[in-house]
Nanobody, 126 residues
Framework: QSLLVESGGGLVQPGGSLRLSCKVT????????VGWFRQAPGKEREFLSC????????KYADSVKGRAIISRDNAERMVYLEMYRLNPEDTADYYC???????????????????WGQGTQVTVSS
């Protein structure tokens, strides 16, 4: 079983919203920083947001700033990414990733993350 399991993807109409979930399946890493990324067909993987293990630091890419909220529930070992005002350009596979080295910060570079989920597909279309 993967250390990270995403869910919540699907088909969304333009202007709609969704909440993506990321389950950290192991207790030993449940206070690590977590990031969300996405990859659209033919494009490079793109950073979206990250949250530190203590939720004290949160970062957002310009592409989602103002229409995304990242949060986490460490007791449930869950990290969430809520996205609003979705448009077709948001269509992609969405991944969560875990940075085992950080607790009170989070990073933007995908190369800094140690574990990745399998991804969940989001399609924005009418």
């Amino acid at each position: 079983q993967s250390l990270l399991v995403e869910s919540g993807g699907g088909l969304v109409q333009p202007g709609g919203s969704l909440r993506l979930s990321c389950k950290v399946t192991t207790r030993t890493l449940d206070y690590s920083a977590v990031g969300w990324f996405r990859q659209a067909p033919g494009k490079e993987r793109e950073f979206l947001s990250c949250i530190s293990g203590n939720s004290g630091q949160r970062k957002y890419a310009d592409s989602v700033k103002g229409r995304a909220i990242i949060s986490r529930d460490n007791a449930e070992r869950m990290v969430y990414l809520e996205m609003y005002r979705l448009n077709p350009e948001d269509t992609a596979d969405y991944y969560c990733a875990l940075d085992r080295e950080l607790y009170d910060q989070c990073r933007l570079l995908d190369s800094e993350y140690d574990y990745w989920g399998q991804g969940t597909q989001v399609t924005v279309s009418s």
